[in-house]
């Protein structure tokens, strides 16, 4: 995610959790990450179209590299 994306969902973020929680915002782009990640794979698996198959797992492959990301930029969050 780029600077003004970011800054874009924190601002947005902060806005309707009515209080500034960006303590918070890694544990939303993990969740939303998670979602997206299996929605595609569900999608993929579903579809008889062997392009959307593709594009499907192509997705599902950014959103684990995000969850990836999100969890080596937030080794405090795997703490139980």
Not at 17 to 28: M, R, V
Not at 41 to 56: G, I
Request: hydrophobic share 35%; aromatic share 14%; net charge positive.
């Amino acid at each position: 995610m780029g600077n003004d994306s970011a800054e874009y969902l924190r601002r947005r973020f902060t806005k309707y959790a009515g209080k500034e929680s960006t303590d918070q915002l890694p544990y939303f782009l993990l969740a939303y990450s998670t979602f997206r990640d299996a929605y595609c794979q569900m999608a993929a698996h579903a579809t008889q179209d062997s392009a959307e198959q593709v594009r499907l797992e192509q997705w599902s492959q950014f959103y684990r590299r995000k969850m990836q990301g999100v969890i080596d930029s937030s080794p405090s969050m795997l703490r139980v």
